[in-house]
C-alpha cells in the first residue's frame, strides 16, 4: 500500500469520524438543553406562549397531544436520531471501515443527511447546529473527495 493510498484511507475514515461525532455533539447537546429547559422555570417572557402551547390540543393519529407535547417530543425524538447517526457512523468507522473505504454510498447519504439538516438548520435553528451541521457537511464533502480503496488495484466499481 503506496503513502497517497494510506492517506487517502485515513482521511476518509477521520472525515467520517468528525462528521460523526459532530452529530453526536449536536445531538447530546441538544437533549442536555432540553431536559435543562424542562426542570428550570420558565422564563417570563416565555410564559404566555407555552400555556397556551399547553393548552392547545390536536388530534394526531387518533391521539390527542398539546402543541407543547408535540414540541418536546419532536424535539427529543430529533436529538435521537442525530445521536444514532452519528454513532452509526462511527461504528463504521471503528468497526466496519471497508463500507466507507470502498464505496461511497454511506457517505452519499450521510450527505444527504447532512445537507438537509443544515438547510433546515440555517433557516429554523440558532447558530450551534448550525456551525455543527456545517462543519458535517464539509467533513463528509471532503470524506466524498477522497479515491475508493481498492485491493487489487482496481476501483470498487470494477473489482464487484
Given at each position: 500500500m503506496n503513502q497517497e493510498h494510506t492517506t487517502s484511507r485515513t482521511?476518509?475514515?477521520?472525515?467520517?469520524?468528525?462528521?460523526a461525532w459532530a452529530l453526536l455533539v449536536t445531538g447530546v447537546g441538544h437533549t442536555v438543553l432540553v431536559v435543562v429547559s424542562a426542570v428550570s422555570e420558565t422564563p417570563r417572557d416565555q410564559l404566555d406562549v407555552r400555556q397556551a402551547m399547553v393548552e392547545t390540543t390536536t388530534r394526531v393519529a387518533g391521539?390527542?397531544?398539546?402543541?407543547?407535547?408535540l414540541f418536546s417530543g419532536f424535539s427529543l425524538v430529533m436529538a435521537l436520531l442525530l445521536?444514532?447517526?452519528?454513532a452509526l457512523n462511527l461504528l463504521l468507522v471503528r468497526r466496519h471501515p471497508g463500507v466507507l473505504l470502498e464505496s461511497r454510498v454511506v457517505l452519499w447519504l450521510d450527505l444527504a443527511v447532512v445537507l438537509t439538516a443544515l438547510g433546515i438548520a440555517v433557516r429554523l435553528l440558532p447558530a450551534p447546529p448550525i456551525v455543527l451541521l456545517g462543519l458535517a457537511v464539509v467533513a463528509v464533502v471532503v470524506a466524498l473527495s477522497?479515491?475508493?480503496?481498492?485491493?487489487?488495484?482496481?476501483?470498487?466499481?470494477?473489482?464487484?
Open positions: 482521511t476518509r475514515l477521520t472525515c467520517t469520524a468528525v462528521a391521539l390527542d397531544r398539546s402543541l407543547w407535547q445521536v444514532g447517526f452519528g477522497r479515491p475508493d480503496a481498492s485491493f487489487d488495484g482496481a476501483p470498487a466499481a470494477v473489482r464487484d
